[in-house]
């Protein structure tokens, strides 16, 4: 743990599902003076009882400087740091009911991944067009599941800002002994690689989940990563950020592990459910669904060709059965690798 991170104030995380529990652990843990909060008060009345999150990070216990509280304004009163950790469809919301109550010194930073529905815009765009482009702030993403952070786990990610400063600063009092973080000035990039791994790992489990085995798992990764990267070049990113954790690394884990909810999804679809049915089995926010049909919007808006995005976006809004879906990406004429 950094001397930083030991002397630094408190830090209010804003959303009480798994990642926020999991972060909101993970700080307290270095110390830090921690208030977390959630909108559902019945829920955050319970976790104070059970000094854990049992729905969302069942059997991790708070630490003690570890609080929750369905109060913003309490939340957020006096806090250095402040951390949102909400669905990218919430999180507009969220920041226009927190806008009020930040002072200029509070810093900002987001959890939160994926493309904003209807409008195509990324988290950081979002937090400038509700806060302004003053307002500094960071993004925190890469290959990390709650659970496994909440436990203590070993685990690297990316902590992103167009002020290299702030991301220095924040990556510093995230990294302890069993987590490591580490800086980006390209906020776009990682962003995006946060919002098309989500549509890519709900492809993979369709793959997955109609038996096409580890050939048609790998190729689905290594030409979805070529998708993400030209989606994000053409976006303004800098290429090599897809090569590092919070492209590749998410990707590859989002993938193939089934604590990812957006590769049970696909797995649930393969099966025969319908989206909806498919949702209400996982019971939390699913961001692949809605990612598919932005990424649809953005790269038709930006004339970039995402084959195996388009896939589940047909699969999941226009009814196109898994199998055939994934067949018909077989059929495509031949073409160089490198395109």
């Known amino acids: 743990m950094s001397t930083r991170a030991a002397d630094a104030g408190a830090i209010a995380v804003l959303g009480a599902g798994s990642w926020g529990t999991a972060l909101a652990v993970h700080f307290a843990r270095s110390t830090r003076s921690v208030r977390l909060w959630g909108r559902d008060g019945a829920q955050l009345a319970q976790m104070a009882l059970d000094n854990s999150n049992e729905r969302y990070l069942p059997g991790i216990e708070f630490p003690h400087s570890l609080q929750v509280t369905s109060q ?52 950081h765009q979002v937090a400038h067009q509700v806060l302004g482009a003053q307002r500094r702030g960071a993004v925190l993403s890469g290959p990390t599941f709650a659970r496994e952070v909440g436990a203590g786990l070993p685990t690297a990610m990316t902590v992103a800002s167009e002020d290299a400063a702030y991301a220095q600063s924040l990556a510093e009092e995230l990294s302890s002994g069993n987590f490591r973080a580490y800086t980006s000035t390209d906020i776009m990039g990682v962003e995006i690689g946060g919002a098309v791994k989500n549509a890519l790992a709900v492809a993979a489990g369709f793959s997955d989940g109609l038996g096409f085995g580890a050939n048609t798992r790998v190729a689905v990764i290594t030409r979805g990563l070529r998708e993400m990267t030209r989606l994000g070049v053409a976006l303004g990113a800098q290429p090599e950020t897809f090569m590092g954790l919070a492209g590749l690394g998410d990707l590859v884990l989002t993938c193939t592990d089934d604590q990812s909810r957006n590769r049970r999804f696909g797995l649930l679809l393969a099966s025969g459910l319908t989206p909806q049915e498919a949702l209400a089995r ?40 898994a199998r055939e879906a994934v067949r018909s990406l077989m059929s495509r004429p031949v073409r160089s690798e490198s395109s």
Do not use: N
């Open 72 to 123: 913003l304004t309490e939340a957020l009163a006096g806090a250095a740091d402040v951390l949102i950790v909400v669905p990218s469809q919430a999180l507009r919301a969220l920041l226009q009911r927190v806008a009020p109550l930040l002072t200029p010194a509070m810093r900002l930073a987001w959890a939160t991944k994926g493309f904003e529905a209807g409008t195509g815009l990324l988290p």
């Open 282 to 321: 996982i019971g939390q926010a699913v961001e692949g669904y809605g990612a598919a049909k932005a990424i649809h919007e953005v790269a038709a808006r930006v004339q970039v060709e995402m084959p195996l995005c388009e896939m589940a976006y047909r699969v999941l809004y226009e009814g196109l059965p």
